[in-house]
């Protein structure tokens, strides 16, 4: 284990069962931060991926919660706090995707799909306002989406676009206490949400649209997370960066 300033932190990941959230779980762990590690139906993979933090000499335990539920994302802190103390870092990264055209698009999806990515970042930022510790970090997962122009992804890039702007107002919000507010934006990236759905011609195209000419990782993603939650990153708040190895 290294020692990057997360020795004596505590840290929430939403969606941490698997893909992108398990790679910032491990991550995290592996700096030393204590974490709970979220999942809302996969308690299986959501038990492994604490189980693998232990196995490496770090701090984790697992709470199911559905982030979109304002009492469930409250009870995330509370069991945090109970296990580890005050809560320090907050990485909204549990998220649902569904793609269709606009005009075909289901209203029960679109709510479904606003209510996971939007709402439930949004509740867990502002139980974070109250609760975070002065010197944390919020990182809000958004989406490369957000800066193109792709056919059928109109609904899941707004609930990503929607949250970009709850980072940017968030962080003024929270400066005084010199908490930052970081939104990472991945481009594809090797989940079972990214390949749910796509042929393997899709997936190549995609991987070779970025200029590093391969999909994304969930450890290229949970790398730069760990960046912002450390000191190193002190003076880097109210942004969105892409993390999506040259793909826009
Ligand atoms: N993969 C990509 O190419 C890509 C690109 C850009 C952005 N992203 C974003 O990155 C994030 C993670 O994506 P991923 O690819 O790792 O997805 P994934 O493999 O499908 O994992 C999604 C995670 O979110 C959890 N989750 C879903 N609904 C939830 C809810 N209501 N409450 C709490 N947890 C919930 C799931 O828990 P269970 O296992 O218990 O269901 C799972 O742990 C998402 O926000 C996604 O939009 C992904």
């Known amino acids: 284990m290294s020692s990057n300033g997360l020795s004596r932190k505590v840290a929430i990941v939403t ?3 698997r893909g992108i959230g398990r790679a910032i779980a491990l991550a995290l762990a592996a700096e030393g931060a204590a974490v709970l590690a979220n999942y809302v139906r996969d308690r299986t993979a959501a038990d492994h991926v604490v189980a693998d933090i232990q ?3 770090g701090r984790a335990t697992v709470v199911k919660a559905d982030v979109s539920i304002a009492k469930e994302a ?4 509370e069991a945090a706090e109970a296990a580890y103390g005050p809560v320090d870092i907050l990485v909204n990264n549990a998220g649902l995707a569904h793609y269709a055209p606009i005009r075909d698009y289901d209203e029960k999806d679109f709510d479904h799909l ?4 939007v709402k439930g970042p949004f509740l867990m930022c ?17 989406s490369t ?9 109109g609904v899941y890039a707004a609930t990503k676009a929607a949250v970009e702007q709850l980072t940017r107002a968030l962080a003024k919000e929270l400066g005084d206490r010199q908490i930052t507010v970081n939104a990472v934006a991945p481009g594809p990236t090797d989940t079972a949400l990214f390949r749910h759905g796509k042929s393997d011609d899709q997936i190549a195209a995609m991987a070779q649209a970025a200029a590093l000419q391969r999909l994304g990782l969930p450890e290229d993603i949970a790398d730069v997370v760990v960046f912002l939650a450390t000191p190193a990153a002190r003076w880097v708040s109210g942004q969105c960066l892409p993390v999506n190895g040259g793909f826009a």
């Open 74 to 77: 409250a009870a995330l802190f």
């Open 114 to 117: 606003f209510n996971v990515n």
């Open 15 to 17: 969606g941490a069962s």
């Open 55 to 57: 196995a490496r000499g």
């Open 126 to 142: 502002r139980e974070a306002a109250g609760r975070l510790t002065d010197g944390g970090t919020i990182v809000n997962i958004t």
């Open 145 to 153: 989406v957000t800066r193109v122009m792709l056919p059928r992804y």
